[in-house]
Structures are given as structure tokens and as C-alpha cells.
Nanobody
Framework: VQLQASGGGLVQAGSSLRLSCAAS????????MAWFRQPPGKEREFVASISRNGANSWYSDIVKGRFIISRGNAKNTVYLQMNSLKPEDTAVYYC????????????????WGKGTEVTVSS
């Protein structure tokens, strides 16, 4: 599976962004999908994940209520709608695919995209 993330950029605090991650190379619906992020100087951390059929989603406490993950299996794409952005959301955002679990752990991901950078200014 090849993953290509896009949609990052420089925005002001309080703004919104929508990230997209397009998948190719395998049957998309086989994978739970997730977004992780890596702030400058820190380790990669879980943001949100979504089940294979899109019926269930999970969020870190830090983004719950502000971010929404969704997927379009017909388009082989997973999205992350980010609202009410804060400077502490500044990070490189990565999408990942998990063929076995619920895509909540870095260690369980089978594939990663290259990442898209999000910078939130105060």
C-alpha cells in the first residue's frame, strides 16, 4: 500500500484545515487507517483512527472534539478535519494503515505516508 498525505500548511490559531491521505496498491477497506503526528523534537503520537468500514473512530484526548477522521472507501482516501487549531497542534502529520488492529499504536502500523506539515501560528 502506498499512502500520500496532503493538505498541510501554515494557518493561524483558531483556523481549520483538512488533511487527505490517498491510498493505492491494495484493497483499501482491508485496513484500519490512522493519523499520527510528530511535533518538533518529540516522538510520533496518535491522533485519530477509523475502522475498516468507517463505523467506529477513536481520538486522542488532546484532539477530541476538535478533529474528525473520516474515510471514503470508494475513493481510497482518509481525511482529517482539524478545527479550532492551536499552536500546540504544530507537527508533521502522518497517515498510516493497519491490516490487523485498530490503528492506535505506532508499532501496529503496516504502512506510513511521508507526512504533511502543519504549522499553527499564535
Amino acid at each position: 500500500v502506498q499512502l500520500q498525505a496532503s493538505g498541510g500548511g501554515l494557518v493561524q490559531a483558531g483556523s481549520s484545515l483538512r488533511l487527505s491521505c490517498a491510498a493505492s496498491g491494495d484493497i483499501f477497506r482491508r485496513y484500519a487507517m490512522a493519523w499520527f503526528r510528530q511535533p518538533p523534537g518529540k516522538e510520533r503520537e496518535f491522533v485519530a483512527s477509523i475502522s475498516r468500514n468507517g463505523a467506529n473512530s477513536w481520538y486522542s484526548d488532546i484532539v477530541k472534539g476538535r478533529f474528525i477522521i473520516s474515510r471514503g472507501n470508494a475513493k481510497n482516501t482518509v481525511y482529517l478535519q482539524m478545527n479550532s487549531l492551536k499552536p500546540e497542534d504544530t507537527a508533521v502529520y502522518y497517515c498510516g494503515a493497519d491490516s490487523v488492529g485498530m490503528a492506535k499504536r505506532v508499532e501496529s502500523m503496516d504502512y506510513w505516508g511521508k507526512g504533511t506539515e502543519v504549522t499553527v501560528s499564535s
